[in-house]
């Protein structure tokens, strides 16, 4: 993603055509923190650590 | 080109695994110091400790099944400073079918399979909890996939006999932990 701003919140949604949170019911997994300045030039790497549990 | 800035989303879980070293001959007497003198030494070499020692109780060509009841370094890694809890800091390689001096002892994976040497997997067990290494990891039937050792699943060139296939293999490999568990294995 090629943005020049300070990110704050990550999310993993499943709506891919639009990529981005319509609704609450698309989102798989949501983190906010403390902003981290991306410039355009940069990458962002986010690894997710999920647990799932069984039934 | 821009700076790569990382992100990590809660803790990543698993479980380390033990990163040790094959010392072999802890079989005979006096030994312990000796073996574990050096395996200090590379712990030291290293810079970190040792969770797990490796031996390989003997599949020699004279192989029997007294011997592979109570391998030669049971009781020395009894009395090794390495043997951690119960047995915990070692892991023994152990032979499945005996050998003779040509070879061909008379024994076989199908007989395994049907039970036929559970008694000696018993008093393996046994000889286990009386040197205090229940928790001792078991390479059982080791190496079974090459040609060189009787139990091997292929035509080998150890007394030439066939020993049977996979399926008599993994119903021999069964039939001794649930024995050895029966004995007080906690493996």
């Known amino acids: 993603m090629a943005t020049n701003s300070a990110i704050t919140e990550a999310v993993i949604v499943n709506d891919s055509g639009t990529n981005a949170t319509s609704t609450a019911a698309n989102s798989i997994s949501r983190i906010v923190f403390t902003a981290i300045n991306k410039g355009a030039s940069d990458t962002l790497a986010i690894t997710w650590n999920h647990k799932f549990l069984g039934a | ?187």
């Open chain 2, 1 to 187: 080109m821009g700076k790569l800035l990382t992100l990590t989303i809660g803790v990543p879980i698993h479980t380390p695994w033990n990163s040790g070293v094959y010392e072999g001959a802890y079989d005979g007497t006096g030994v312990p110091p000796t073996r574990d003198n050096e395996v200090s030494g590379f712990a030291g070499w290293r810079g970190q400790s040792v969770p797990i020692v490796v031996d390989f109780a003997s599949a020699a060509s004279s192989t029997t099944w007294p011997q592979i009841e109570n391998p030669g370094p049971l009781d020395n890694m009894a009395g090794s400073a390495f043997k951690g809890t119960n047995g915990a800091g070692f892991e023994l390689c152990c032979p499945i079918l005996p050998f003779d001096a040509g070879g061909t002892s008379g024994t076989d994976l199908a007989r395994g399979a049907a039970g036929s040497y559970n008694s000696h997997w018993t008093t393996f067990g046994g000889n286990l909890v009386a040197n205090g290494l229940t928790s001792i990891a078991l390479r059982i039937g080791h190496e079974f996939n090459g040609n060189w050792y009787r139990w091997s699943v292929n035509t080998n060139t150890n007394g030439g006999n066939p020993n049977g296939g996979t399926a008599d293999y993994v119903s021999y490999y069964r039939n001794i932990v649930t024995t050895l568990r029966a004995a007080g294995w906690a493996g």
